[in-house]
């Protein structure tokens, strides 16, 4: 039976796809070129990507295309899970030390910076620069009040409604970045010995933070696809008295996980039946490829949840700017803010506030999350042609998918290894206490895809699988 024009483009397309003439993540032919080449009209063109992006085996994005899907039975999801055990203190490793001393948290290169400066930055820049010409008289020489520039935190309560949670200005608190948002946090609703639950894998930042301040941590078994294990948590909870509970439920590191909207009620009902405080790391929410997901703090009738996040990981480390609100601990928060730091730097809170209030960060958001997106493509795709068996995970936001290797592998004895042939890896045991996920890797996808990058990848399989 003869096909028409449509299905034979659709039938031409599909062996390209399943040729990997278009890879995983990467872009079709534009609609004008396909009716150059394919010599049809622009109608027939339209109908046959219609027809694939029923069939779910390619997606179109605005103002960029046709991109083949990542379809998730094609690229397996990590597996590795740990069992429950007693609280412990934590002893962190000098292994953070090295990554950080090596500015290399987040990328396999620390030392490319072949980057050019992204135009939203350098808006940002003018925005800070100009704020800080605007300085009259003597206010240099004054701090800002300890909960920060008001015109931020009004800037910061205005993208938060947009995301599902109202709040006042007044219950926002700005910080040194999410860190110190944490660290705060942790010291309002917990002390020395206190039993607190976090994710497994999880953030390394965190546990930094529980060690130093001396409190006992069980962790959670934590799936990097929806997140914290909440059925492993409700048993945590009736075994021992934990106090507060961190979670990050939009993109969680390592592995990108997004928690569904009944854990996070699931989470709410148990912060309530066992007196909990639940502090949400938010700091990758805005990253996300599609709509941003509303924070838990969103839900919480109760007044338990405390949210953290800064400008990190969308707009800039170098910032040093976070916030805080803290339901019921809000008070005790303020006043240790004021320990710890006195107050921010008000000329760049201020110039942040302009460049949020202008429009200016909205746009740089709308370009980071696209240009994320096809990073992340380029990563999964290229992770899947290793020359091994591996589980990834494919975040839907966030700067890093989780890779699963081999059993046998030990990520940490390659580190030195990869070091010396100029590559510096981020480790599995980092995201747990117990040097758990030896054969496990957070990989980065926040920078340019670009031939260096492809080729520190290319070394570490034999690194990695000797
Ligand atoms: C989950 C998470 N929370 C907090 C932080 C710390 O962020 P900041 O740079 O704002 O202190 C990081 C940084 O890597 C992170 O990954």
Redesign the pocket.
Known sequence: MSEYRYQELENWLLQGIQEQRWGLGERLPSIRILCREQKVSKATVLRALHKLEGRGLIEARPKSGYFVTLQPDAVKHPVSRIGIEAPRSVNASDLLHDIMSRSA??DLLPNLHTGDLPHGITVLNRSIGRSLRRQRGDNYQYYDEPAGNVGLREQLALHHARRGWVTSPDYLCIT???????FLSLMACCKKGDVVAVESP??Y??LQLLEQLELQVIEVPTSTNTGVDVAALEEVLKRWEVKACIV?PSF??PGGALMPLTSKKRILELAEEHDLAIIE?D??ADTAFGAIPDPLKALDTQNRVIL??????CLS?DL???WVSGARWHQRILHLKLVTQLANSRYQQQGVAEYMKDGSYAVHLRRQRNALRERRDHLIAYLHAWPCDLRVSIPEGG?AVWVEMPEHVNTLLAYPEALKQEVVITPGPLFSIKGQFKHCLRISYEHPWNQQRVEALNRLPSILLP
């Open positions: 948290a987040f040194s970045g999410c860190q110190h948002a944490l999880g953030f930042g965190v990050s969680a590191t790391d700091i990758y953290c996040s800064s400008f990190s990981k480390r040093r700017l976070g700067l």
